[in-house]
């Protein structure tokens, strides 16, 4: 007897039909005689619709009221996967209800309810600890705590979220609480990609790949895990399987690096692709010491996430320092770059470049096979595509290009590197 | 300075215009110095939305996990209300925000959050404690407590709701609570009315009106405030004030009856119908002890509000019982009569009449003035409307009729009685 976490993302509870069958799923599994716990992330659409409502109100929406209202879509997602479970669970004559209809496979429960504590930072909360008691006691009466991803309380019981994919997030996170055997990713794809498909029609899923390039996927835009889920799931050696929701078959594995057999080292596994990106450059700096702490201090403090960070060789005594931020953030980065030069940097230019994409391959080969990384500027300067930043890590290469462009690129990586023919 | 609790209704928050016009409203009344409690319900039209998910996952749902889907609802009105809030009152300077977007005049506040404790019976909980150490800490520190309506957490931490209209009962209770000063109602109508304005166009607008004769408008269908906020607010004393969140004008004040001058007193102040009435008749029962008892006992465990009950003079030995319900209880009903007789009256004959009307007429005046009633029944007569069941109280007087005559009969009886010139 085995206990996993399924967690189920949004397309996978989007309609009442994939709720049911996320019901009948979560039952089926029960029966094998596994001990279950859901993970639930808002119905696909919701999350965006209560965003919308927010930024009628205000562009920058305030962060604790914010995340109040988000939260409510993983609630409601909790409320109908439960009746849904419930409700199959009757048609199967596992329970019958009382008078005042009530019964339950199902248990349903919130952050606040099973103590997943996390710090204040709204809209980017880290958990803290779980309160595990809970749920050993509704899994030791045979049921199914149905748990809403996403969401905790701080130590306030300020309702925060973790940032988009979050679910994926907790679920990880409960799962190394209860010491799961299993962490099933259920998702709207099959697994894991060599690149996305939508990008090039060669891409091809992988059977299994390690962590550490996992964590270099989810972290250059292959949106199918959020990257903090896979460090996680790393360090408590948790065993992710993603795969889908609409399709039983065999996902990809997420494993340690030292499960996976030496034959499978391939140089690189995956290309990816993150287009909403934005490029900052801030130049007429004073080449003082402290600068570069003052910028990423003050968009840290913000918890803005900056990227690719270059800066040139200054001339004049000024310096120029150019970064990337993802585009949701450009907003809030502006307005406090602006600040900054009207407090400190009088003399700053900030020059911002849009539809910037940002491609990369990723491989735990590459660290011991040179020239990797002159090759991929060769593929792309041979689709004649402009590389205008590079940053690279042991196990990945990446170039920011043009937005338009980065399609070409991929296919270009994709086929230079042959990932359509291995494994 | 006074204390003010204020509930803003589902269209009243309706949409973002209105949203910020109940943010600036709620800003202005701090201004003027008084200490603000806010109350909000659902946006109108979500939790329709809501409702309409679990009926396509389960026609009767399970009755926990509807209540947590539901409460989300209000959440969502108090993560944007309080957004609005924040955002007004930086545009008026009253806060500036942090790097990490926060703030605020205002609290968001979920019914956990607050210790709104209540009973397990979900759908139709009842109130049982309010903590008000944080909503006295929030106004203290001059800030707004926006609370969601509707909904708190029993004993064991699951979210229950308040029924519909619940979030009137809410309101009240944290005025209590907090000893409130004023409690206002705000509403898509600017008071209650002598009768329904869409049913009778002679409807006059009440300036004041006792808790008692309140309480019977809103256990005969006059929608503006639910009974049990009107029982809680008679029973603390607190004075209710049901106004327009469109319309600035004075609405009506709800008080007790000595603080009415006798001079006021009328006969009939209104006329109330309740459109959506099923009556039940229970064939063929045995006359024994306990019938009743076991009949009513069953409803009531399912909390069934049963309305007018009529007993039949038995013949044969064989008793008739007729009573009536809302049309939302009438598939539970059903099913448990169903099983009633299944179980202990098998030779029982349920027979159902859907589609009437309850229409009565209400006041304190009456109770020293015989023939009110002979009076209307001669009304209603005239009128050619056949009266069904008959049930009278100290201050009302109720006719069950034909669903499709309640117009006429509102009519008939607001004309007859005069409630047009009155006042």
Same mark, same amino acid.
């Given at each position: ?41 808002? !119905?696909?659409?919701? +999350? ?10 205000? $562009?920058? $929406? ?22 849904? #479970? ?12 009382? #008078? ?85 990713? *259920?998702?709207?794809?099959? &697994?894991? *990609? ?16 390690? *962590?550490?390039?996992? !964590? ?19 360090? *408590? ?70 990227? #690719?960070?270059?800066?040139?060789? $200054? ?32 003399? !700053? ?20 096979? $040179? ?12 689709? &004649?595509?402009? #590389? ?33 023919? +291995?494994?």
């Amino acid at each position: 007897m085995a206990l996993i976490v399924q967690k189920f993302g949004g397309t996978s509870v989007g309609t009442i039909d994939r709720i049911q069958h996320v019901a009948r799923w979560a039952l089926d599994s029960q029966a094998r005689g596994d001990d279950i716990v859901l993970v639930v992330s808002a !119905m696909s659409g919701e +999350t965006n619709r209560l965003v919308a409502l927010a930024s009628q109100i205000n $562009p920058i $929406p305030f962060s604790r009221e914010y995340d109040m209202l988000i939260a409510s879509g993983e609630q409601i997602a909790v409320g109908l996967v439960s009746l849904a #479970i419930n409700t199959e669970a009757e048609k199967r004559g596992i329970i019958q209800r009382n #008078i005042q209809n009530r019964a339950a496979v199902a248990a349903p429960l919130l952050g606040h309810q099973i103590g997943i504590r996390t710090d204040s930072v709204f809209s980017k909360a880290r958990i803290q600890a779980i309160d595990t008691s809970t749920l050993h006691k509704e899994l030791a009466a045979q049921r199914i705590p149905v748990i809403a991803g996403f969401q905790g309380v701080d130590a306030e019981n300020n309702i925060t979220t973790l940032g988009r994919g979050g679910s994926d997030t907790s679920a990880v996170a409960i799962a190394a609480a209860l010491k799961a055997d299993d962490c099933e990713i *259920y998702t709207d794809v099959d &697994g894991v *990609y060599t690149t996305d498909p939508r990008l090039c029609s060669k891409a091809r899923k992988i059977k299994r790949i390690s *962590y550490e390039e996992m !964590m270099e996927l989810s972290s250059l835009g292959a949106k199918v895990l959020q990257i903090r889920s896979v460090e996680l799931a790393a360090k *408590y050696r948790i065993p992710l399987h993603v795969r889908s929701s609409f399709n039983p078959v065999e996902g990809t594995r997420v494993v340690s690096q030292d499960l996976l057999g030496s034959m499978e080292q391939v140089l690189v596994s995956g290309v990816a692709a993150d287009t909403a990106q934005v490029k900052l450059s801030l130049q007429n700096l004073p080449e003082q010491p402290g600068v570069a702490a003052k910028v990423f201090g003050a968009l840290s403090r913000a918890s803005i996430v900056v990227d #690719i960070i270059v800066q040139d060789v $200054p001339s004049n005594g000024l310096l120029t320092v150019s970064f990337t931020i993802g585009q949701n953030d450009a907003l809030l980065a502006r307005k406090i770059l602006q600040e900054l030069r009207a407090t400190q940097f009088s003399e !700053m230019r900030i020059v911002e470049e849009a539809d910037l994409a940002k491609v990369s391959i990723v491989g735990v080969g590459m660290q011991n096979h $040179p020239g990797v990384a002159s090759k991929m500027f060769s593929l792309l300067a041979e689709a &004649g595509i402009n #590389i205008k930043l590079i940053t690279t890590s042991e196990i990945k290469v990446s170039c920011l290009i043009d937005g338009k462009q980065a399609k070409k690129a991929v296919e270009a990586l994709h086929e230079g590197f042959q990932l359509h023919l +291995t494994e």
